[in-house]
């Protein structure tokens, strides 16, 4: 009986350390904004704000190479024009590696425009917009990175929306090797957020607040130049997200956002790439 115990205390051990959830102060660090960014509400709410002097911002205390991140976030209301909420997982130097959330705000009744990227090795270029289909401001949503050895899956509510594979037997360049941070930022881009820069920033209606909760990361912890997720553990005692892929229903899923909501993919720029198209949107995986 005490055996069991004691391994029933292992696995839950081995349960917090996979997976962290809830408290800004110890989660995050503010980085900038001079008092903009505030943590409430026992550390279980963080918000950023705009003025026109300046934004906000904030950095996770971790460093993570592969890992499924949850955020819920609700959007500046009103009338955002001019305004980016950046939310993204970042390495740093020249070379660096990121997947990206980024938020356009718009006037008053017209929708948040939701871009998506990711970098490898320094080069981006990867971007996918979409419209949502609820306003982003009147609640909180769950906006989700899935990045595991196979793949990149962004997730809004659970809807898969976008995947980037990992195709590195075809040559091209996956996020796999650099630890990333995770980052925040609320800053003023009204030269080309909005309409590409023909609506400004309403400084009258600033403050600009953008809210977080429920911050959660089932994930690999990088540190001191290793993992928290042996490499000798076999693939099948690791966690679920580290191998899950998209299933049928995923791909459908995918399918319907895209049909319907996806209004910018750069596999189908054929003006912005004149000399062909990136090698991952032509090849097969």
């Not at 819920?72 to 740093?92: D, E, F, H």
């Not at 705000?105 to 990711?118: A, E, K, M, Q, R």
């Not at 195709?167 to 309409?195: C, E, H, V």
């Not at 191998?243 to 720029?269: H, P």
Request: charged content about 20%; overall charge positive; aromatic content about 14%.
């Amino acid at each position: 009986m005490v055996k069991i115990y004691a391994v029933v205390l292992v696995m839950f051990f081995n349960i917090l350390v996979a997976s962290s959830a809830g408290n800004f102060n110890q989660d995050f660090d503010i980085t900038w904004g001079d008092g903009r960014a505030k943590i409430l509400n026992n550390a279980q709410l963080l918000t950023l704000s705009l003025d026109k002097t300046s934004g906000s911002g904030f950095k996770s205390r971790n460093q993570y190479l592969f890992g499924k991140i949850d955020m819920q976030i609700k959007l500046v209301p009103g009338n955002s024009a001019g305004t980016v909420t950046a939310y993204y997982l970042s390495s740093l130097g020249s070379a660096h590696d990121e997947i990206d959330f980024e938020f356009l705000g718009n006037l008053s009744g017209d929708p948040y425009i939701l871009h998506t990227n990711v970098f490898t090795q320094g080069k981006g270029n990867r971007e996918q917009q979409f419209y949502l289909w609820f306003d982003p401001t009147k609640d909180f949503h769950t906006y989700s990175v899935l990045w595991n050895p196979q793949s990149i899956i962004f997730s809004v509510d659970g809807t898969p929306i976008r995947e980037f594979k990992n195709l590195g037997s075809r040559g091209i360049p996956f996020p796999k090797n650099q630890a990333m941070w995770i980052y925040s930022s609320l800053w003023n881009a009204d030269d080309w957020a909005t309409r590409g820069g023909l609506v400004k920033t309403d400084w009258s209606k600033a403050p600009f607040t953008a809210s977080y909760r429920n911050f959660n990361a089932q994930a690999c912890i990088w540190s001191s130049g290793s993992s928290s997720c042996s490499s000798s553990r076999s693939s099948s005692s690791k966690e679920a997200w580290f191998t899950q892929s998209l299933d049928a229903t995923g791909k459908e899923r995918i399918k319907w956002v895209q049909k319907n909501y996806m209004i910018y993919n750069y596999c189908k720029d054929t003006k912005r790439f004149p000399q062909g198209l990136p090698l991952e949107c032509t090849v097969a995986s």
